[in-house]
């Protein structure tokens, strides 16, 4: 169990290509750290990096308190899970997750190695499948198996590159409480790639956004969800993603489509009347008028608009709200949704409304949402302009107390001895 | 690999490929039946023995050709195997650097490489035997090997390195995690993952050694007589077949001949139809994955 501190991390191919570019960030004992990013964002780079498997080009990398940018990988004491496994074919599940343990000099001897994998295979469900070999397994058993092998050495922190993105989305989401479980329950510090987004949500204590090799925010689910410090983790954090409108700064307020928004404090001191900005507001802000109660009502702001479609999901309902975007946001907010590995067709409004909402598609519906809720971005830079640090910093020393908390707990719950 | 051949064209394969099987097929069957002909019969004409005997056999085991056979046939095993082993082990190496490591020249290792493996063998034959008999290696077993291991190396270096490549780069990054050397993610991960390639490459240069004629004939004089480890005399059995004499000068040695050439041809034919899939795969690797 160790801290892993990365400092000015950077990574520079033969050809010149950057693909980290000056990562600073540190993981705490026990810590679950993800790194998230869209394809290309530098983050497998990265974990690789750690793990040892890709030089550092510059900057330091300390495990422990200690230097590791020379050491070779097995010199680390690091256990990895690879995306597409890496199980050793020729071997059975046993001395698969054995493997490890029959590396070194002197070799734990076989009564010890089979107790400890037979502890591993109870964990991990995988005793009546000890004597298989690999090919004859199912994707999640072969997951199952891949993490036996990263969790049967005591190493000093696991390091799992996109785990779950060869399973079907049943299985991803069992094998992801099941990491979660383990984790805990080992408390090992741990880094984990992922380009989804709620992996990254329902995983992390605290998530790494990366775009394009260069680090934009770390910090937990629910300061990234609600304080996003740019455009690009605005938009990444979320589903469906968060609207972007674009918006005119006014007297006293930001003209927008469909409705109009009292120009935040922050906005009105950056920006002059005429200037161009975004205006980021998560789906789930909205609400069918008719469904808020009245004293609700009057704190937020209201408005009519037509309704192109509505999908009812059983527990919530999305409307569609087409609208015609300013052609000079609308070049940088294609570049975002590219960026982001989208492809929308068209500029439309997405709302959440309650599941017991009337609105039908092609009606004129009466909407509500809250100001406070709206982000206003610079519609050149992307950086968000009614970011409360002072708020930001209080999610995150919530965060980082329940975190430490829930360790303490699982700890107390469960004593391993790793 | 899995087209689709209708029955029609398969009717058509066959049928083509009838006077093929027969052309391949009628002068081995000739021979055999020539070594099964008593002395008497060699020359009767007849493609079918009339009547059958093993003297032919006998002579070369326990008569008068043992004292040359034998020896010829322990030396042909006895370098073919050495030379197998050294070559696939060194090549094993070698291909393994060229499928793991970017270097400058490593495309040059290979088409020098490839180019080692058509270079006429008489070109080089003259040169070896004066070369040879300077340094003393001429006759000695030594002095066959290191030319087959100029034949086998090449190709070996070849179907290994295709081999080799096959095998996903991340098992061995994860091998490296785990905590193994270089070394023991070679001999652990790597090399039983390649074991069916190896296996092919050490059938494949077996065979290129135990055929040649040409190095055999030039770079070796004698057989060494019955004890294989003397310093002199390493005549194979292709070489010894060449210049087989028989009995007495009266009698033509076909028989003996023939009977020698069915026991040379056994170990191939048998290696061949137990590993026949693996062959085939072996051959094929390079040309398919590489």
Same mark, same amino acid.
């Given at each position: ?201 329902? %995983? ?86 008719s469904l808020v109660e009245e004293a609700q009502r009057a704190k937020g702001t209201e408005f009519t608009a037509n309704v192109d479609v509505t999908e009812w999901l059983g527990n919530e309902k999305y409307a569609y709200l087409p609208f015609e975007p300013h052609p000079d946001v609308q070049v940088a907010l294609n570049e975002l949704d590219r960026e982001l590995d989208g492809e929308a067709m068209r500029t439309q409004l997405v709302v959440s409304l309650d599941g017991s909402s009337r609105i039908r598609q092609g009606d004129d519906a009466r909407l509500w949402f809250r100001p406070s809720a709206a982000h206003v971005f610079d519609a050149e830079s992307g950086d968000n302009l009614t970011r409360d640090e002072q708020r930001a910093a209080e999610i995150a020393q919530e965060q980082e107390d329940e975190r430490k908390r829930e360790l303490e707990r699982a ?8 | ?24 097929? %009628? ?125 086998? %190396? ?86 010894? %077949? ?49």
């Open positions: 169990m160790s801290t892993i501190e990365m400092k000015h991390l950077t990574k520079v191919y033969g050809d010149g290509f950057k693909a980290v570019t000056d990562v600073n960030i540190d993981v705490a004992d026990g810590e679950f750290l993800i790194l998230v990013g869209p394809s290309g964002s530098g983050k497998s780079t990265l974990l690789r990096m750690i793990v040892g498997l890709e030089d550092i080009s510059s900057g330091e990398l300390f495990i422990g308190g200690e230097r590791m940018n020379d050491r070779a990988p097995r010199e680390r004491n690091l256990s990895m899970v690879f995306q597409n496994y890496a199980l050793y074919p020729h071997l059975t599940v046993f001395e698969n997750i054995a493997f490890p343990l029959r590396l070194h000099k002197n070799r734990t001897d076989e009564s010890t190695v089979r107790k400890l994998v037979n502890d591993v295979a109870d964990v991990l469900e995988l005793r009546e499948h000890l004597e298989r070999k690999p090919a004859n397994l199912s994707g999640g058993q072969r997951q199952r198996v891949a993490m036996g092998r990263a969790i049967i050495r005591s190493a000093n922190a696991f390091l799992f590159d996109e785990p779950l993105s060869n399973l079907d989305a049943k299985l991803r989401g069992q094998m992801r409480t099941e990491i979660s479980r383990l984790q805990r329950r080992l408390g090992v510090t741990t880094v984990y790639v992922t380009h989804d987004q709620t992996e990254a949500m329902t %995983l992390g204590d605290r998530v790494a956004v990366l775009r394009r090799g260069v680090l934009q925010q770390v910090a937990s689910p629910r300061e990234l969800y609600e304080q996003p410090v740019n455009l690009f983790v605005a938009g990444f954090i979320g589903s469906p993603p968060m609207n972007f409108l674009p918006a005119t700064v006014g007297d006293g307020v930001l003209d927008m489509p469909f409705t109009t928004l009292p120009i935040p404090e922050p906005v009105a001191a950056a920006k002059k009347k005429g200037d161009l900005v975004i205006v980021g507001v998560r789906p789930e802000a909205f609400e069918d008028a700890r107390d719950r469960e004593p391993v001895n790793a | 690999m899995a087209a689709e051949i209708s029955p029609r064209a398969k009717a058509w394969l066959a049928v083509a490929a009838v006077p093929i099987i027969l052309y391949t097929l %009628l002068p081995i069957g000739w021979i055999v039946s020539l070594s099964l002909k008593p002395s008497a019969d060699i020359t009767d004409r007849n493609y079918f023995p009339r009547s059958l005997s093993w003297d032919n056999y006998k002579y070369i085991f326990t008569g008068g050709g043992h004292d040359v056979f034998v020896p010829a046939l322990i030396n042909s095993i006895g370098i073919c195997l050495i030379a197998t082993v050294l070559g696939v082990g060194l090549s094993a190496f070698c291909a393994y650097g060229i499928a793991r490591l970017e270097f400058p020249g490593k495309r040059l290792i290979l088409n020098a490489a490839l180019l080692t493996a058509f270079f006429p063998a008489i070109s080089i034959v003259t040169p070896l035997f004066n070369l040879w008999r300077e340094v003393g290696l001429y006759n000695t077993w030594l002095g066959l090997i290191i030319p087959y291991l100029s034949l086998t %190396l090449p190709l070996s270096i070849w179907t290994l390195t295709a081999f080799f490549r096959q095998i996903p780069w991340e098992m061995e990054q994860a091998a490296q995690v785990d905590g193994a050397t270089s070394w023991q993610a070679f001999r652990k991960v790597v090399l039983p993952l390649a074991a069916p390639g190896v296996f092919t490459t050490a059938i494949i240069s077996f065979f290129t050694a135990w055929n040649d004629f040409v190095y055999a004939t030039s770079l070796s004089s004698t057989t060494g007589g019955s004890t294989p480890f003397k310093a002199h005399g390493s005549q194979t059995v292709p070489a010894v %077949l060449g210049f087989f004499q028989g009995p007495s000068q009266f009698i033509p040695p076909t028989g003996y001949v023939a009977a020698a050439a069915v026991i040379v041809t056994v170990p191939v034919v048998v290696l061949v139809l137990f590993f026949q899939k693996r062959i085939v795969a072996g051959l094929t690797a390079g040309a398919v994955k590489g």
